[in-house]
């Protein structure tokens, strides 16, 4: 009655001359947050490492509210970005259950805020206030439990304020339309899909994979197994936020082979890859290049190394004979390196290993390493450049948080130097990468020092490189040993030496995951061409060691998913093209009697 009195009043007095233009009225007050309630299960919402779900009981208001659990180093991170009006004042709050559970908002263009409870019990209310900055038109609000501490209960959150959405304010789009599936082949799938007025990019969703961001109305979604049939959704995103998903569409693979047209493809569909004690002795015994079997498609010459740890000057020479009595004279080792070649194998420089630390810190550090390793590819008529970083040759400083866009020089000079090499030679250079589990699966929890510092700063640091190369990458094969558990996408710890620990790790690489848990910076999946499992070929090479039935094991569950093989983890697909194997090394295989190599060949048929 209120409101009808007073837009009757309002329509008198402009009728009488009595309301002048004047400036717009303040935004009403609103609550911005989308399913605050949580009526519409995780809609709106993102959750670390899956770590949410929804209840019916207890609530504190409505029908459902969310339960999110902390595992691990995860602390159960549920986030939504909100648009908000720039220099504007706004109230979060929420209802909780459950200790130290935390309430907050990031991204305010002033000082961010966080509230939190110490006490578990009955339901409490968190309030908390920020002002935004100038220029700011979201916000990311956010709850949260602590590391060892059981589930903990949400309900009824609300970010009470200016609503933004006036005239000339940001809007999210609408759901894109028309999706069609076209171009099927073995391992990949066409789409497009009508423009959605508004959009800056758009994500396409597979199956509950990692989602695929593009700027353009069509994409290809590769790494699919062949005769397969998968859903596909798209939604549309811009400044304001995220549409919904628009209807799903299904497509399925065509059977046959995988089409070899990626980096690599001068390599077999499946190939077995070994590191070759070029340089130096040890009790595995040297092993001649010309004697190398043929089973072997990638060669990696261990090690070049650097003259000191920030020179980038890299070095290589052949062992020297008072260590290796049997080795060939130079011109020999180029010979057999060309005779490899004619008969299709690859021959690469490996930089770095355990003692060979490599740290590009300055532009002149890259600018050697550039030059350097191209006069060692140059003089021995090599195919390639394996890097193989260990130790502290790569960490990310303090405020580099977006593997996207890192800052840290070491990366930044690291990834410009691979570029220029690859410009350098040509599409047929081979490029492939041996990082440890710490540098990269481990990212899935931590990433550099985090986002409060005390962490290692090598966490998941390999991965901005990764992703920046991964275009250029032929290969990819992690070290699946020497390792500690690691959490898979299960969020259970996983311990090298059987068949589990390649399937977790190998299942993180071909489907993507959240970076520390942050469900926006999304690490995106691998082809499987670009995926080589790395073992050690004998219980001498390295901690870790796994069976060849393991192995075998692993092989069946990632490429064909048959029986139990898998054991207790769920992949997120199965994987035929799946490249192979790489193993630590081609001379201690030779000194287990070649077990390694004969077991590849008699899986793959070599």
Not at 348 to 373: E, H, P
Not at 393 to 405: H, I, K, M, V
Request: charged share 15%; hydrophobic share 40%; aromatic share 8%.
């Amino acid at each position: 009655m209120r409101r009808a009195w007073s837009i009757l009043t309002a329509a008198a007095l402009a009728a009488a001359g009595f309301l002048a233009a004047g400036p717009p009225a303040a935004a009403a007050d609103a609550d911005l947050v989308r399913n605050g309630g949580f009526e519409a299960g995780l809609d709106g919402w993102s959750c670390s490492a899956g770590s949410g779900t929804l209840v019916t009981t207890p609530v504190h208001g409505g029908a459902s509210a969310l339960r999110a659990t902390p595992a691990g180093q995860d602390n159960a991170r549920c986030s939504q970005t909100v648009t908000v009006r720039p220099d504007s004042a706004y109230t979060l709050g929420a209802w909780v259950q459950g200790a130290y559970v935390y309430l907050g908002a990031t991204g305010t263009g002033t000082t961010d805020v966080s509230t939190w409870t110490q006490t578990p019990g009955a339901w409490k209310q968190l309030t908390t206030s920020f002002r935004t900055g100038p220029a700011t038109t979201s916000v990311t609000v956010y709850t949260h439990g602590w590391y060892g501490q059981p589930a903990h209960l949400t309900d009824d959150l609300t970010l009470v304020g200016p609503d933004p959405g006036g005239p000339g304010q940001p809007q999210p789009p609408a759901a894109p339309t028309g999706l069609t599936a076209s171009g099927a082949t073995a391992s990949s799938v066409h789409l497009s899909w009508t423009a959605a007025p508004g959009a800056t990019s758009y994500k396409v969703h597979r199956d509950g994979a990692a989602p695929l961001a593009v700027t353009g109305t069509s994409a290809t979604v590769t790494g699919l197994a062949a005769a397969t049939t998968y859903a596909f959704q798209v939604s549309a995103v811009n400044a304001a936020g995220e549409s919904p998903k628009g209807p799903a569409v299904s497509a399925t693979t065509a059977s046959g082979p995988v089409d070899p047209g990626d980096p690599g493809s001068g390599l077999p569909a499946h190939a077995l890859v070994g590191y070759l004690h070029a340089s130096f002795a040890n009790g595995s015994g040297y092993v001649r290049m010309a004697d190398v079997p043929a089973s072997w498609d990638v060669i990696n010459l261990a090690f070049g190394e650097p003259t000191s740890v920030t020179s980038g000057d890299i070095r290589f020479q052949l062992c020297p004979v008072a260590e290796c009595p049997n080795v060939e004279s130079p011109a020999e080792f180029k010979a057999a390196v060309k005779a490899k070649q004619a008969a299709g194998k690859k021959v690469l420089i490996s930089i770095g290993g355990q003692n060979g630390q490599v740290q590009l810190a300055t532009t002149a550090a890259r600018d050697t390493f550039v030059s350097s390793v191209s006069k060692i590819i140059d003089e021995y008529g090599l195919d390639g450049l394996d890097i193989d970083f260990e130790g502290h040759s790569l960490s990310l400083a303090t405020g580099d948080t977006d593997f996207r866009a890192p800052t840290t020089p070491v990366i930044v000079n690291l990834i410009s130097a691979v570029k220029t090499l690859k410009a350098k030679y040509g599409p047929d250079f081979v490029l492939t990468m041996a990082p440890e589990t710490f540098f990269v699966q481990l990212g899935y929890q931590f990433y550099g020092s985090g986002p409060w510092g005390g962490q290692d700063p090598r966490a998941g640091a390999y991965l901005p490189v990764i992703h920046a190369l991964r275009d250029d990458l032929t290969l990819l094969h992690v070290q699946d040993y020497n390792s500690g558990p690691i959490m898979g996408l299960d969020n259970q710890y996983h311990s090298m030496g059987g068949a589990d620990f390649h399937i977790a790790m190998t299942d993180m690489l071909l489907t993507g995951f959240p970076v520390a848990g942050n469900a926006d910076r999304v690490f995106p999946p691998l082809r499987p061409e670009q995926v080589a499992i790395g073992l050690p070929a004998t219980t001498n090479a390295g901690n870790g060691h796994t069976p060849p039935a393991e192995v075998n094991k692993a092989l069946d569950c990632l490429t064909k998913k048959s029986g139990t093989t898998c054991g207790s983890y769920q992949t997120h697909g199965t994987w035929p093209a799946l490249r192979g194997l790489m193993t630590w090394s081609i001379n201690w295989d030779r000194f287990g009697g070649w077990e390694f190599s004969r077991n590849f060949d008699g899986y793959f048929g070599g």
